[in-house]
């Protein structure tokens, strides 16, 4: 089983994460987003990372990616065992996709109003949530899920993205400091996801 991996890429970043947490073999090959192998493309009519191989089988899109792993290698599981809670958790996943990844991709790729704009959107939107970081340990959850997954490469990309949280957006910071120290967070950490964020021990 081979995953085809940005080592700066949010995308790929979560799905390192799920492999971490499952604590499989599974090899990871570094690749430039903006220039892909010809194996890759050849695996994925997209041209797009993260794209796993496994055997016959290509995947490619991070959540399709991350709900096989979860599948293929059921300890421990990453989505709840009851439907509700399943289709809840995979709510959490798009919204968290539509309303930060989306600011992400604004302020990473748009001009610099556009940008400005964004974080604007973002640091509202994560102080409006912030209650919801202070109701569990994980996010909307006692468990370590794939949501978390989700929400951690992208929290941990603030620095980058010139993003400071205000003192009303503290749980969300507390969160943060809990999960940057869970051992799949830091063990799925590339050498330049380390680069981003100064003082990680």
Request: glycine share 2%; aromatic share 10%; hydrophobic share 45%.
């Amino acid at each position: 089983m081979t995953l085809f991996s940005d080592p700066t890429c949010p995308y790929c970043h979560r799905v390192r994460m799920v492999i971490a947490e499952k604590r499989v073999n599974i090899e990871i090959v570094e690749v430039d987003a903006h220039a892909l192998p010809d194996e890759l493309i050849e695996c994925n009519p997209y041209g797009t990372v993260p794209t796993l191989v496994d055997r016959d089988l290509r995947l490619y899109e991070s959540l399709i990616v991350m709900e096989y792993l979860d599948e293929r290698f059921p300890h421990p599981p990453l989505l709840p065992v009851d439907p509700v809670g399943r289709a809840n958790a995979r709510l959490f996943i798009y919204r968290v996709d539509r309303d930060w990844y989306d600011r992400m991709r604004i302020i990473r790729t748009g001009d610099a109003a556009a940008a400005d704009q964004a974080r604007k959107e973002l640091i509202e939107s994560l102080v409006a949530v912030a209650p919801i970081f202070a109701a569990n340990r994980f996010f909307m959850s006692d468990e370590f899920s794939l949501v978390d997954c989700c929400v951690a490469p992208l929290l941990w990309r603030l620095p980058v993205l010139e993003l400071e949280l205000p003192a009303a957006a503290s749980p969300v910071t507390e969160y943060a400091a809990r999960i940057f120290e869970w051992p799949s967070f830091r063990s799925s950490l590339t050498e330049a996801e380390r680069d981003m964020v100064t003082g990680l021990a």
